[in-house]
């Protein structure tokens, strides 16, 4: 052997596996990989989790290959995992078991817009902000925003019911879906929805988005848009303490205000953000509200000054409004970089994303702190404040010992104390496999039990992405055992 | 296998995608092993896990045109342009990488007499047909080329390989606009023959090393160097890393982008009637994602041109990449296509791109496309060469 | 750990106890639209289900309410708070709006009844209490059994108990109407309008928000057709066609008799009865798995099918 092929491990052609033959043939070769370097990759998302095992993966470019996928899988009793972007942060496309990966990636064309319909036909590989750019000339866009929006898929979203800043307004993915063209496990195409105003039937258009690949793939989506809003106004509000920002938010929605986004940010990432990118935070303040009111440009005033009213009598230490459109960007770009700021602090975070009741919030984020002071982990909060979104960020370095186990502790405990103030256990992220272990922490077993024969009727055979969502004993194949691997998939 | 990358470096990413669009080779293929994310991880795994070289992870470190574009994307601030040039310098020690016909290839490039000649042999073989299509030159390659004379000693210009034997007028009008602005140029000519980045990308550090201490030696300390080709630009202010030494640092201060020096001194550069251009700017990777001094561009066309125009694909990749479009022809034609398309969404009279390798592959694509600095020359009144 | 969802409400325990765990039932509401879906099975026994608003928390702008209680006196509540829900006001009970999952014309201002319930809590086939969603705003915490129940008729659990989301009521409402208007471009033009109701000659429209805004509107409505300020039309009645907005515009006048379009929805109420379209047999499929597994033994609502219009 050469010692170029002792480097590259002395390859040898893969063993010829009859799931990879018959998948090539219906798709390209090409577009059905089985290396190692694929398969490592496929295995992980942008959580926390390892450990995934990817089976072949196929690169789908048409609803009739999706199909020929599912059926090809079925025969050799594999499961499918449809995968978008992988930025999914609760572990949703990790493929268990190695099964088929679906990556929707090359099925991402924005097919029809549709303005008398007031919908756009996308497929499900288009990345969310690529939509709205194409859609901001005609005067509309698509209102879903996560923060991950330039590189997320719509597909993605449909399956985790994304949220985002300026959700709070318009809803979630949810009520933006009109219908969705949908491959189950065993490869039947389902029209789920439809443009018509009311379809028939159970609202399984519905149902399907937020089932993280559960029920099936999504290859084609029939968004809705949304009129692009002349009016917006920007406003920072600055307190003492966290509780008068929380206090805030909830004065400005009894007062019969739904702002566009209200977004808190605590001392410690207000500090952090402001060191990184200068838009001008006050890094004195307890926290800071984002707060944006959009619409006709003739009413706009009116609830923002209603907004600095409030925030005024609930002690704000300062209220301002950005006066253009590059103090506006400026008051964003603290939020949005958030993230970068701290990497600036230390290499890794876990975002952790649970609902309270906005009352509660104030409280929750003190218990928060001193449950990262009891497991000595920084943490740092950003929240979707307005729908008492919680995104409790822990901030360490996971080469230093033991920290993993204290990182695992302190987000338990937070999920623990969240559930106790009456909120759920995710607000955008989803359950995946990240809180599956939690989920008889809300639900009661017949609860999760319900849960599971929707699934069923969707999948009775559970192929499709399973192991997720449902924690053991409620959920069609136990994880144990997908963490074990059919025979023959080493390649 | 040790790739000898630092481990905070390699640590810093957090494997959140926000990279992935803005990597060109993602866009076109949907492919993770083609994206940044991707490519950091296979690292890792060589790196920290022991995994096999396989082709599989070679063409994901192969396929990477190096335009950087992800680096400002990433919130964890990931030096991914230096992970690739550690990676495949010991790829490149290891033989692995950069078979010997590409090394040579690269041997003309630090000499400029023999790169001329070599040049003026292809011009001539172009104009005859001879060279194949593959190899992506499209502009016509000038045969004789008048020589550069020194005006003054306040500032360097930078003449450098390719575009010196390639694209010379581009540096007169450059050199005269500097003049126009009232300072004497001297072109550096055999004095700093090749920056090295060419060399660096293809994982010969070492190369780019000896060029660059050759220059610095050559070049006298204090005057400011000022350098037309984004790729060149952001080489030699990557000296500093490169050698890690303080004279290297105190080097790699003193360059500057030629539009990054103007946009400091549009005071003295004259009034003149604009030119009855819409130009779209294509910002080259090594000026935006790099230099990060895109705006200088706009800076210094806006008084010369009707109007200009942003394209709309936030500044990806056109699939250049120095030599990338010669070894990975398929990929660039594919990334050159998205730009085309981006650029004819934007309906521009002409294309202007600080880059010679820019200019020439989009050329290749049949889009009119010339140095900002010819543009502010005709605008100047003295172009002797229309776009 | 106890789930914190676990129902402790004796109102709820009591009707667990009333529906039983065996022999055909159904839930009667206001008896409004209950010839959805098809005749009931003769001898299925009916009861009602509890009533009372349990907890409204304005703040929160969620309200957790029996499902026997009625929209009207929901909305009477919600009202001195200055907010309502999106569920239609047609004289039925809530439990009744969500089970058979229609809209109301004010639906562009208020919202989408499945949209509008956060989380259900119905008695099973097997007679037991089962809670779907949550009860906060936002929640992706496991399937969405809210929006399932949603317009399901009954057929999969009796619904007992809901939390909705309450909207805040604009400042302004106010109606106008214009024989001369096309409704089409009222729908384009407005940013965010209310209602639009088109008859075949009468545009009817609703514009609301902060006083400003809606002048804006009244005078952009000016510059489309002679409108007059006008009361809130009545109920729209008679049977009740699904169709795209687009199809709006090409609407066969013979085919729906006397209608009233809901421009920019596609509902049209209509003196004759919209063609029945059968589900497509894949999705067929599916709800008849849906139904086979939440109701086993067939037991609720028979007779009634979903999806059969
Ligand atoms: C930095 C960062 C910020 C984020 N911010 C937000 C935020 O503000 N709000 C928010 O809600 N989320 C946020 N997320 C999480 C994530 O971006 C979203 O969940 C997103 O919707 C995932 O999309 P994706 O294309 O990456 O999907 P993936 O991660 O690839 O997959 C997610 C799930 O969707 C399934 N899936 C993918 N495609 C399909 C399909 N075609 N059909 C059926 N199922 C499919 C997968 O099986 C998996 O279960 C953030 C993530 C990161 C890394
Ligand atoms: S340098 Fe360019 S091609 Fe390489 S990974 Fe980064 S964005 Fe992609
Ligand atoms: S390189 Fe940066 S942006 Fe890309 S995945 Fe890593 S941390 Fe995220």
């Known amino acids: 052997m050469s010692i170029l092929d002792r480097l590259r491990g002395g390859r040898t052609a893969h063993d010829v596996d009859p799931l990879l033959v018959e998948l090539q043939a219906a798709l390209t070769p090409e577009r059905v990989k089985m290396d190692s370097a694929q398969r490592s990759l496929l295995g992980k998302d942008a959580s926390m989790f390892e450990g995934g095992v990817s089976g072949p993966i196929c690169y789908p470019t048409s609803t009739d290959e999706v199909v020929a996928i ?73 209102a879903p925003d996560p923060s991950s929006q330039q590189v997320c898929t719509i597909g993605g979203n449909v399956a985790n019911n994304s949220g985002g800043p300026h959700c709070l307004a318009y809803g979630v993915t949810n009520p933006h879906i009109a219908a969705l063209e949908v491959v189950t496990a065993t ?29 099936g793939i999504t290859t084609k989506i029939a968004v809705r848009l949304t009129k692009n809003r002349p009016g917006v106004r920007t406003l920072l509000l600055s307190f003492a303490t966290i509780r008068d920002a929380a206090n805030t938010v909830s004065a400005v929605i009894a007062a019969g205000i739904v702002p566009a986004a209200m977004e808190v940010m605590d001392q410690k990432i207000t500090r952090a953000v402001e060191h990184y990118v200068h838009a001008g935070y006050p890094i004195d303040a307890g926290a800071v509200l984002l707060a ?23 002690n704000a230490t300062e209220v301002r409004l950005a006066a253009d459109e590059t103090e506006r960007a400026l008051l964003w770009k603290g939020r949005k970089t958030a993230f970068g700021a701290i990497a600036q602090i230390a290499p890794d975070y876990y975002l952790h994303d649970t609902v309270v009741p906005r009352s509660k919030l104030a409280d929750v984020l003190d218990q928060i702190y001193e449950i990262a002071d009891r497991h000595d982990v920084l943490v740092m909060n950003v929240l979707h404040a307005g729908d008492g979104n919680l995104h409790p960020l822990l901030i360490f370095d996971g080469r230093e010992d ?12 937070i999920i623990t104390a969240s559930l106790a103030a009456g909120g759920v256990l995710s607000g955008e992220h989803g359950i995946g496999v990240e809180k599956q272990p939690f989920m008889d922490q809300l639900f009661t077993s017949d609860d999760l039990d319900h849960q599971n024969r929707l699934r069923r009727a969707f999948d009775p055979t559970c192929r499709a992405n399973p192991g997720k969502v449902l924690p053991m004993g409620h959920s069609c194949a136990d994880i144990q055992q997908l963490r074990s691997v059919p025979t023959g998939v080493w390649g | 296998m040790d790739l000898h990358l630092d481990a905070d470096d390699l640590n810093a990413c957090v494997q959140c995608g926000l990279c992935l669009p803005h990597c060109p080779t993602f866009r076109v293929t949907g492919d993770e092993a083609m994206s940044p994310r991707g490519r950091i991880h296979l690292m890792r795994e060589v790196q920290d896990h022991d995994a096999p070289l396989t082709d599989e992870v070679m063409e994901s470190f192969e396929t990477c045109v190096q335009c950087r574009g992800c680096e400002p994307a990433c919130p964890s601030g990931v030096p991914y342009g230096h992970l690739m040039e550690q990676t495949r310098e010991t790829l490149a020690d290891a033989g692995a990488l950069t078979p010997l016909w590409q090394r040579l290839a690269f041997k003309p490039l630090a000499s400029p007499t023999l790169l001329q000649t070599g040049s003026s042999a292809l011009a001539i073989a172009q104009r005859l047909h001879l060279v194949p299509k593959r190899l992506g030159i499209s502009t016509e390659l000038p045969i004789r080329r008048r020589p550069l004379e020194a005006s003054g000693t306040d500032v360097y210009f930078f003449t450098g390989c390719v575009m010196d034997a390639w694209q010379r007028d581009v540096h007169r009008s450059g050199i005269r606009v500097v003049e126009a602005a009232g300072f004497g140029v001297t072109p550096t000519n055999e004095l700093a023959p090749c920056c090295g980045a060419l060399q660096a990308h293809a994982g010969l550090a070492e190369d780019t090393r000896s060029l660059a201490k050759k220059m610095m030696a050559n ?10 080709s984004a790729g060149c630009g952001a080489a030699m202010k990557d000296y500093g890393h490169l050698l890690g030494t303080p004279e290297a640092l105190a080097f790699s201060e003193r360059v500057f982008d030629i539009q990054e020096w103007l946009a400091g001194h549009m005071d003295r550069l004259p009034v003149a009637e604009p030119l009855d251009l819409r130009v779209a700017i294509q910002d080259p990777c090594h000026l935006r994602h790099v230099q990060r001094v895109h705006d200088a561009t706009r800076t210094v066309l806006r008084p010369y041109v009707r109007e200009l125009v942003e394209l709309d694909d936030e500044g990806l990749c056109c699939g250049a990449g120095g030599a990338y479009s010669v070894l990975q022809p398929d990929l660039a034609g594919q990334i050159r296509d998205r ?35 010819e543009l502010v020359d005709r605008a100047l009144g003295r172009a002797d060469t229309a776009p | 750990m106890t789930a914190t969802l676990l129902s402790t409400d004796p109102v709820l325990a009591a009707f667990a106890e009333e529906v039983g765990e065996s022999g055909p039932i159904a839930i009667v509401g206001g008896r409004t639209r209950w010839e959805n879906g098809g005749a009931l099975v003769d001898g299925t026994r009916t009861i009602a289900a509890p009533s009372g608003i349990v907890e409204y928390i304005a703040e929160e702008m969620i309200v957790k309410v029996r499902a026997g209680t009625s929209v009207a006196e929901l909305h009477a509540s919600l009202a001195e708070r200055g907010q309502v829900t999106a569920l239609p006001e047609r004289g039925g009970t809530v439990g009744g709006a969500v089970a058979v999952g229609q809209n109301g014309v004010l639906r562009p201002m208020r919202g989408e009844t499945r949209s509008a319930v956060l989380q259900v809590r119905y008695v099973s086939a097997e007679g037991k ?38 909207n805040p009521m604009p400042a302004q409402t106010r109606w106008f109407a214009s024989n001369d208007a096309d409704p089409f471009a009222v729908h384009r033009s407005l940013l965010a309008p209310g209602p639009i109701l088109f008859d075949g000659s009468t545009t009817t429209v609703m514009v609301f928000g902060h006083a400003p805004a809606v002048t804006e509107d009244v005078m952009m409505l000016r510059t489309l057709g002679t409108f007059t300020e006008c009361e809130p039309p009545p109920d729209a009645t008679g049977h009740r066609w699904s169709l795209s907005p687009r199809d709006l515009q090409t609407l066969d006048v013979a085919a729906v008799g006397a209608f009233v379009a809901e421009i920019g929805v596609g509902i049209v109420h209509a003196s004759n009865p919209q063609p029945p379209t059968p589900l497509a047999p894949d999705v067929r499929v599916i709800h008849d798995r849906m139904k086979a597994e939440f109701d086993p033994p067939g037991r609720l609502n028979p007779g009634r099918v979903v999806g059969l219009r």
């Not at chain 1, 991402?108 to 756009?120: M, P, S, T």
């Not at chain 2, 070049?219 to 037309?228: C, N, T």
């Not at chain 2, 650029?343 to 140095?371: F, K, Q, W, Y």
Request: one cysteine or more; proline letters at 6%.
């Open chain 1, 70 to 142: 599912a059926k090809i899988a079925e025969r050799h009793g594999r499961a499918i995992v449809p995968r978008g972007a992988g930025t999914g942060l609760a572990g949703g496309a990790i493929p268990l078991g190695a099964p088929v990966v679906v990556a929707m990636t090359k099925m991402n064309a924005i097919l029809e817009i549709d303005e008398e319909n007031g919908i756009a036909w996308v497929e499900p590989g288009v990345i969310n902000l690529d939509l709205t750019r194409h859609l901001t000339p005609r005067g509309f866009h698509y």
């Open chain 1, 187 to 215: 490869g039947e195409v389902l029209l789920l929805g439809g443009l018509d105003a009311e379809p028939d039937g159970y609202d399984l258009r519905g149902v399907f988005v937020g089932s993280e690949g559960t029920l």
């Open chain 1, 292 to 314: 944006e009111v959009d619409g006709a440009e003739a009413g706009v005033d009116i609830d923002a000054d209603r907004i600095r009213e409030l925030g005024i009598a609930n």
């Open chain 1, 402 to 413: 033991g920290v993993m186990e204290r990182i695992q502790a302190a987000g338990e405990e």
């Open chain 2, 219 to 228: 070049l006298e300390p204090g005057r400011p160097i000022l350098v037309d």
């Open chain 2, 339 to 373: 730009k085309v398309a981006s650029i004819e969404r934007s309906t521009p009279d002409i294309v202007a791109s600080a880059n010679p390798g820019c200019s020439m592959h989009l050329a290749g694509a049949g889009v009119p496309t010339v140095h900002p600095m």
């Open chain 3, 129 to 166: 209490i089962v809670t779907g969603g949550g009860p906060t705003v936002k929640n992706v915490s496991g399937f969405d059994i809210p929006r399932l129940m949603t317009g399901s008729l009954g057929t999969l659990g009796c619904i007992a108990e809901v939390i909705l989301r309450t």
